[in-house]
């Protein structure tokens, strides 16, 4: 099933996937999901957030198991992080339906819109909004690079921008399961294709505004300079310092230089930090260190600097009941993992587990992301016996 939607957003260049949420990529794999839920039988409903839902059993149901994740991707991303996890969800179908199961719970396979936040700059928008953790309003009003809302881009393809908010489906979910390619390499030490998640960290990102004068590159003496870019350097550094000292991750990877000439000072920088730490008070901690280290670095340069959280979430504990119950099952070690998750949000509502499939070279957000074929059928294999375990049989 991976193979279809192989070079779907895939850069010729770089060999990443680019698939920014409502782009045309998005869009074709929309296409490819609707096609794999009616091959199935599955009853396709999509929420005013754009949430794409496949049921197995009465879609009107309650207390039913959700899996599934995203097909959407960060820039130049790779192949596994989102679509293995909805490809392994449609892989247990097939093999339950293929032994004669009958579900005594609806299943249902989710594709969540814009869990990356690539385009828009919140991550998880999808299920923020069907959990009623972002503001419609909010949301609506995001833009991308264009300087296009969410509002005009969802108009534009076709959706009404007055649905999207809280949503009715999630009422009727008893549990969620994700599963997901590791994004390190926790299972490659201890020696195992799959392993059940415990927490994930607390984690957010920021914007930093530095705004400085525009002024000619030669003509004006380095003492002169009011360049807010000097003051980002810094805070970069500082970043890399204080997170270092922390056990903690700190990046700069998205920046905005304005007029953007290479013989002009820049009058503005704009620069989005992610950062994230093992708990919340620690991540308080660091960002209010970095926001001092920036706002240090600009008095001295005579500029200035604004930091305004986009989005933060907090710690996520999964189900201990669930957890330990999967962990047995499946006889896998449990881990925690530094990246946020549609299950991460959704925790909060209702019970929710997730199952990691190992990654041998821990990399991820980048091209060379890879699961071996053999590890991803341990996965499928893995996820199917869950939903066996927690869909019983009718």
């Known amino acids: 099933m991976l193979a279809p939607i192989a070079d779907v957003g895939r850069h010729p260049g770089t060999g990443g996937y680019r698939r920014s949420a409502w782009s045309d990529a998005d869009m074709a794999l929309r296409e490819w999901f609707a096609g794999e839920a009616r091959q199935r039988g599955l009853v396709l409903v999509e929420d005013g957030n754009g949430n794409q839902l496949a049921w197995w059993g009465a879609e009107d149901g309650h207390d039913a198991l959700l899996l599934g994740s995203h097909l959407d991707s960060v820039p130049d991303g790779g192949a596994y992080d989102g679509p293995l996890g909805v490809v392994s969800s449609f892989a247990a179908v097939d093999a339950l339906q293929r032994e004669g199961f009958r579900p005594a719970r609806p299943v249902v396979v989710a594709n969540f819109a814009d869990e990356e936040g690539a385009r828009f700059g919140v991550a998880c928008a999808g299920s923020r909004l069907a959990a009623g953790a972002l503001a419609p309003e909010r949301a609506l009003a995001l833009t991308d690079r264009d300087g296009r809302t969410m509002a005009e881009v969802v108009r534009a393809r076709g959706r009404d921008p007055l649905a999207v908010g809280p949503a009715e489906w999630l009422t009727r979910v008893g549990t969620f399961v994700e599963l ?142 669930l957890r330990d119950r999967l962990a047995t099952l499946l006889d896998a070690p449990v881990l925690p993992t530094g990246a946020g998750h549609d299950a991460g949000v959704l925790s909060p509502l209702l019970p929710t587990a997730m199952l990691f499939v190992r990654n041998p070279t821990g990399v991820s957000h980048a091209p060379s992301e890879f699961a071996d074929d053999d590890d991803c059928a341990a996965g499928v294999e893995a996820l199917t016996a869950v939903v066996r375990d927690l869909a019983g049989a009718s």
């Open 180 to 321: 997901h390619v590791e994004q390190g390499r926790s299972l490659v030490h201890d020696g195992a294709a799959v392993g059940v998640a415990s927490a994930i960290w607390p984690h957010g990102r920021w914007r930093f505004d530095f705004r400085g004068e525009a002024n000619h590159a030669g003509a004006t003496p380095m003492p002169d300079r009011h360049d807010p870019v000097q003051a980002f350097a810094a805070t970069v550094l500082a970043a890399r310092r204080l997170a270092t000292a922390a056990g903690a991750r700190a990046t700069f990877g998205r920046l905005d230089v304005e007029p953007g000439g290479t013989n002009a000072i820049p009058s503005r920088v704009q620069a989005w930090l992610d950062s994230r730490a093992a708990g919340e008070a620690d991540l308080a901690e660091l960002v209010a260190a970095i926001t001092a280290a920036a706002q240090t670095a600009a008095e001295d340069d005579g500029t200035s600097v604004e930091v305004v959280a986009e989005s933060v979430s907090p710690a996520v504990s999964f189900d201990a009941g």
